[in-house]
């Protein structure tokens, strides 16, 4: 697995593990798949303006829990309420795929 992010305390992929079996392949892609969906969702409501001090820091330390704060400073909805929502957006449509196959 990749560097743990700040966010991924929201990713919890339990309830598809159920789906997945043993298979750490499709976890795998799943959670990157639910990291790049929450990190889409942030940046959306992140102005633009502060995009690129944001990846910067990201990319410096991806796990730091200071991220909160400084989000929570430039976006005036609730990022972890926002991010929630679209995980759960994503694991309905994962769920989805995995019964159609």
Do not use: C
């Not at 959306?44 to 400084?70: A, C, I, M, R, S």
């Amino acid at each position: 697995m990749t560097k743990q992010t700040f966010y991924d305390s929201l990713l919890d992929i339990r309830d598809l593990e159920k789906h997945l079996g043993h298979d750490e392949e499709q976890a795998f892609v799943i959670k990157k798949t639910l990291r790049n969906h929450a990190m889409v969702a942030i940046l959306h409501v992140l102005p633009k303006e502060k995009h690129e001090v944001f990846l910067q820091e990201f990319d410096k330390q991806p796990g730091g829990q200071h991220h909160w704060q400084w989000l929570r400073e430039h976006i005036k909805e609730d990022v972890e309420k926002i991010i929630k929502k679209e995980v759960a957006k994503v694991k309905k449509e994962i769920l989805s795929d995995i019964h159609k196959s």
